[in-house]
């Protein structure tokens, strides 16, 4: 605890009196441009890797970057899409899964978690990821949970489009849907593409979308 309470201390005698009029303007306001979904994992920082500011990112963080699909009884993480959506506006959503996840190799390797009934339980939300990975052959442990991660993100970009404040924002051409999955060694980023179902390389292809506004607007 130390630790945090030193760095409080450097951030209000080092970074705050650099940043004052920003921190004042976000006193009384807020108006982030994307909701940014991942991981709990303390090695996913989702503003050191986008390199954005206090107020541009709305997030939500749980194991395994879940979205359960809307229903009667909606949760918390129900009720934090329908706010960024619908009261913030937010433009856009970033479902982000990473390498070396814990929850999505537990999954992939189907390990015992009947001594963890509430992550056994949250997990379920990724069963339709896990029937696809595990249709699939693998060639090695790293490309099993590497797949997994990569089905999950997908499933969850699925289970978004159940929620009516997507959809009405996406039927109005307002919203674009991402799937990025972060490499913790490298940095790296790679993006679901909406044209052919896979994951390419965010620098190579910094246009890489799941699923773009005016397509979903088409479809509906
Ligand atoms: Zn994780």
């Known amino acids: 605890m130390k630790a945090l309470i030193d760095g409080l201390l450097k951030f209000q005698k080092e970074v705050f009196p650099q940043r004052t009029d920003l921190f004042k303007h976000l006193a009384t306001t807020q108006h982030p441009g994307t909701l940014f979904i991942t991981c709990s994992d303390s090695r996913v920082v989702p503003e050191l890797l986008t390199q954005q500011e206090p107020g541009e990112l709305f997030v939500i963080r749980n194991a395994g970057n879940i979205v359960p699909s809307y229903s009667p009884h ?61 249709s699939r052959v693998h060639i090695s442990e790293a490309a099993k949970v590497g797949s997994m991660v990569r089905e999950n993100v997908i ?13 009405l924002a996406q039927d109005r051409g307002l919203l674009n849907l991402h799937g990025w999955v972060y490499d913790i060694e490298t940095g790296s980023i790679d993006a679901l593409d909406a044209d052919n ?13 799941a699923v773009h506004a005016r397509q979903a607007n088409a479809a509906a």
């Open 74 to 134: 909606p949760g918390g993480v129900s009720a934090t899409v329908e706010y960024a959506v619908a009261v913030l506006g937010v433009t856009d959503i970033v479902i982000c899964g990473h390498s070396d996840c814990g929850a999505m190799t537990a999954v992939a390797k189907c390990t015992c978690m009947n001594h963890l009934p509430a992550v056994a339980g949250w997990l379920e939300h990724a069963a339709s990821a896990k029937v696809i990975h595990e």
């Open 155 to 167: 499933a969850q970009l699925a289970n978004l489009q159940t929620h009516p404040s997507v959809r």
């Open 197 to 209: 179902r896979s994951f390419k390389s965010l620098l190579d292809h910094p246009s890489t979308c």
